[in-house]
């Protein structure tokens, strides 16, 4: 049963840093993996897409990364701002149909 | 302006009481799915629906029913026999089932209390 892990839990930088958050799965065999903001009370915003095929995607101040044969994804922010004080999760989708596995998130807070 | 819509927003209801929490997509996706997010915890599937008429058992369909009898619309039913109903509830869907690169789209799910 894949297993998606997201450390640290909370993360609290100074606006204008560069941040890397962590994602981890069990299973190699996905067929994508998501990056999702969640703010406070809300639904879930799609942030980036990688298929199983690609090493990374990028919007704007956002890469996300990926190297399915160590399981591992990163959500680098660049020149973070107080705006992106949310919860970030990923989320892998396997190759055995639609289920989403995701992880806890990153509950990340930026200090002006 | 395209989106799912989830209805209300807070729920309120008595133990032994079954409540019905509704979602609307104006879309065209034929995938919907339910999840239930839990304080610190990564959202879990309850059910999802890859096209009309038909939908399928996540990871803890248990105490939940659902209908899909149009595409726009997945209500969820939360049943008595949850043991542990309160919990943040969200609706999602994608433009399709197959293929699997499309992404979720999410509505800004309902907060349900059960006293």
């Known amino acids: 049963k894949q297993e998606v892990t997201q450390i640290p839990a909370a993360l609290s930088v100074p606006e204008g840093e560069n941040l890397v958050l962590n994602c981890s799965f069990t299973d190699s065999a996905i067929y994508n993996l998501q990056w999702f903001r969640q703010d406070p009370g809300k639904g879930l915003t799609s942030l980036l897409l990688i298929q199983s095929s690609q090493r990374e995607q990028t919007s704007g101040r956002l890469n996300a990364s990926l190297d399915k044969s160590s399981g591992r994804s990163t959500l680098y922010i660049a020149a973070s701002q107080p705006g992106d004080s949310a919860t970030y999760l990923c989320?892998?989708?396997?190759?055995?149909?639609?289920?989403?596995?995701f992880g806890g998130g990153t509950r990340l807070m930026v200090k002006p | 302006d395209g989106g799912i819509t989830q209805s209300p927003k807070y729920l309120f209801r008595k133990e032994g009481q079954n409540v019905t929490l509704s979602c609307e997509q104006n879309l065209n996706h034929d995938a919907m799915y339910w999840y239930r997010q839990d304080p610190g915890q990564g959202l879990r599937l309850i059910y999802y629906?890859?096209?009309?008429?038909?939908?399928q058992k996540g990871d803890i369909a248990e105490g939940y029913s659902v209908s899909r009898e149009k595409k726009e619309s997945f209500p969820l039913t939360v049943t008595s026999a949850q043991k542990n109903p309160t919990a943040f509830y969200l609706c999602a869907s994608s433009a399709t089932g197959v293929p699997y690169n499309s992404p979720l789209h999410f509505g800004n799910g309902t907060r349900l209390t059960v006293t």
């Open positions: 629906s890859q096209i009309v008429n038909d939908f």
């Open positions: 989320a892998v989708q396997n190759n055995a149909g639609n289920m989403l596995t």
